[in-house]
């Protein structure tokens, strides 16, 4: 029996949301200072009068109306070159002195150890290969947690392929790191280890305190990849790097954070340049940089009521999902675990199938082990908690989540299973 909120053209929460976006996109049109108009060409359709929702927050949070408000300001007020020395610059290197400041008393760190860049996935590159590159004296050994971000994987394969030796470290079913492995895989010639603060795929927090006091006993720098937990949960303590991703907090896409502790050797392993502390290459984005710190820190705030909001729809999600549904396995620590993430596979069903049906019902999803991948090969975190890996839903809750949308979900879940498993064949689905 459909809930009321399932009739046709009465859209939910994430529904206007979707409405939002399909208006913006079809209005698409102005007449810039230029004179020259520009369009929005070839706008998809996008599910205005479904009544899904909107829950690939992992993925990226849409934009918090902070960040849209400072992107709009900055534009006009910091678009000159921070470098230079006339009026204008010295604008816009204001900006971004305020930005640093005010980004860097959200993680607690001082200004001049934040830096802006391009991405996450850049923030990650610059602090895996420039720690390593700082200490190749003390050897070329770097230490990887099995469920890191492709972002950290590839830094580390490229370390290999250059002469580098890489120890990765397993976890347990639920995705947390195994602390004892990760201090037995320290050695004297260990020049950098790498833990992320949370996993992107199935939400597990890794015990980043111990680790990283662990790493200190040892003399070996830690780098902390927190693209998925910072501006949700506190910024653990004791590492010497960290990066994060602005677009993960509601800020604008293309803004990553690199954080580098003082008294850290860092060292770059790109062309010199001189922007950004001679740390990352390329003419500043100061606009960006604006957004994000703004959007940060009323994100922040937020989360003091959403977090615990989203916390209790995971849990709702995570006991309903496996009563509704036959022959399911939800992943991932139940407890130690982000406020807005949750997986489970369901056996006999593909999940690229799965989320294709879902997407035709509204609901915006995403798979570890599906076309969402550059491949079709299973989740490599899900391989390494040794878990189902096929018919793979991670469900990551955006933060103005309300119950009717996870009620909606949950309601169409069983019927959108059972469908598919008796499409291929099965009897008892
Ligand atoms: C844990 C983790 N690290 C790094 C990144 C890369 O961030 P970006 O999308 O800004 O490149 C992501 C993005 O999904 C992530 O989840």
């Known amino acids: 029996m459909p809930s009321p909120q399932m009739k046709p053209g009465v859209p939910g929460r ?14 698409g049109s102005g007449t810039p200072r230029t004179g020259c108009p520009v369009s929005v060409v070839d706008v998809p359709s996008l599910p205005g ?31 000159a070159d921070p470098a230079r020395l006339y009026g204008a610059a010295r604008g816009a290197r204001l900006l971004l002195d305020r930005a640093r400041a005010r980004t860097a008393g959200v993680l607690g760190v001082r200004p001049d150890e934040v830096y802006f860049t391009t991405s996450g996935t850049q923030a990650v590159h610059l602090a895996v290969l ?3 590159r700082a200490r190749r004296r003390a050897g070329r050994h770097l230490v990887i947690g099995e469920v890191e971000h492709s972002s950290v994987l590839h830094a580390a394969e490229q370390h290999e392929r250059e002469g580098g030796e890489v120890t990765r470290v397993g976890v347990d079913r639920t995705g947390r790191i195994d602390v004892d492995a990760f201090a037995a895989a320290l050695r004297p010639d260990t020049a950098l280890a790498c833990l992320q603060s ?18 200190r006993t040892a003399r070996v720098p830690l780098f902390v990849d927190a693209a998925q937990s910072v501006g949700r949960t506190d910024v653990p303590e004791g590492w010497s790097m960290l990066a994060a ?24 392993p790109l062309p010199d340049d001189e922007r950004e502390g001679r740390r990352v290459p390329g ?29 209790a729809l995971v849990d709702r999600i995570r006991a309903e999902v496996p009563r509704r549904v036959p022959d ?23 999940g690229e199938a799965l989320l294709t049906e879902l997407d035709r019902l509204g609901f915006a999803v995403s798979s570890g082990s599906s076309c969402t991948a550059d491949t079709l090969r299973p989740s490599h975190v899900l391989e390494a908690m ?23 979900f949950l309601a169409v879940l069983p019927d959108t299973v059972g469908r598919l498993r008796r499409s291929a064949g099965m009897t008892t689905a």
Request: net charge neutral; hydrophobic share 40%.
């Open 130 to 132: 420039g720690g390593l």
């Open 14 to 27: 994430s529904g206007r949301y979707f409405t939002r976006v399909r208006d913006t996109l079809a209005r």
């Open 386 to 408: 040794k878990v189902i890996t096929h018919g793979n839903v991670r469900v990551s809750l955006p933060r103005d989540v309300q119950a009717p949308d996870v009620d909606r």
């Open 198 to 215: 949370a996993n992107h795929e199935v939400g597990t927090l890794q015990p980043v305190d111990e680790v990283a006091a662990i790493c």
């Open 49 to 79: 009068d479904r009544p899904g929702a909107y829950f690939d927050a992992a993925s990226t949070e849409p934009p918090h109306p902070a960040a849209r408000e400072a992107l709009l300001g900055a534009l006009d007020a910091g678009w």
């Open 328 to 350: 399911v396995e939800v992943v991932g620590d139940p407890v130690r675990r982000l406020p807005h993430i949750v997986t489970f596979s369901c056996l006999y069903v593909e």
């Open 283 to 311: 003419f500043e984005n100061v606009p960006g940089a604006v957004a994000a710190a703004a959007a940060l820190t009323a994100y922040r705030e937020e989360m003091v009521e959403a977090a615990p909001r989203q916390s």
């Open 245 to 268: 991703s602005a677009h993960k907090w509601g800020g604008p896409a293309g803004v990553g954070l690199l954080v580098v502790r003082k008294n850290t050797r860092w060292r770059s």
